[in-house]
């Protein structure tokens, strides 16, 4: 038996920007503890086509979510502001309602502080499942800490790519390791560790 649940196009635009919050959250560029501002915020902002957020932290840009569908994404307007977002001192995050645009963001892609998601992609937090274990970034010192704990080369740590989801998530770098810890009834806590790599390897 299947169940068919249908929202309104601005519960399901109000759905997309809360699990965004989650994964800038998850980042570390927002703070947890002012998750419910950021939400009753972007109730507010549910049909603008530009919402931004200033990070929290020591990160210093302020997070840009732009709506892009087929009727506004050919607007050349919406294209240069794109653009204009793209200087250092900015994060962007694009939402892509429709595959339809994609053809119009394939150069915006080579762009390091540019994101891309389709619509369908932030319908759900991925990390909000059960089975999803718990992911950790390590950083330079942990890295070589790891390296040198099981004697091996980065190479040798087995892969992860950067389109995965997971990755995307946790817009994680490429040649950086990241931490998986599963917690089971019978095994109990395992941990493993995943090389991020691009996706034509």
């Known amino acids: 038996m299947s169940i068919n649940i249908k929202k309104k196009s601005n519960e399901l635009r109000e759905t997309v920007l809360e699990n965004i919050i989650h994964m800038l959250i998850d980042r570390k560029f927002l703070n947890n503890e002012k998750k419910q501002e950021y939400l009753d915020h972007i109730k507010t902002k549910i049909n603008s086509e530009n919402i931004s957020v200033s990070s929290d932290y020591n990160h210093p840009y302020t997070i840009h979510v732009k709506f892009l569908t087929e009727n506004n994404v050919g607007k050349k307007q919406n294209l240069v502001k794109i653009l204009d977002y793209t200087n250092p001192k900015n994060h962007y995050i694009l939402v892509v309602i429709e595959n339809k645009v994609n053809k119009f963001l394939k150069d915006f892609k080579r762009i390091s502080n540019i994101e891309i998601f389709d619509y369908p992609e932030l319908y759900l937090n991925v990390t909000d499942h059960m089975l999803v274990p718990k992911f950790t970034i390590l950083n330079n010192e942990e890295t070589t800490k790891i390296l040198k704990q099981y004697n091996c080369s980065i190479n040798q740590i087995p892969k992860m790519l950067k389109t995965d989801r997971i990755s995307r998530h946790y817009n ?12 089971s009834e019978v095994t109990g806590k ?12």
């Open 172 to 183: 994680m770098k490429i040649g950086t390791i990241c931490k998986i810890e599963r917690y």
């Open 190 to 201: 395992s941990i493993t560790y995943r090389h991020i790599v691009p996706s034509i390897q």
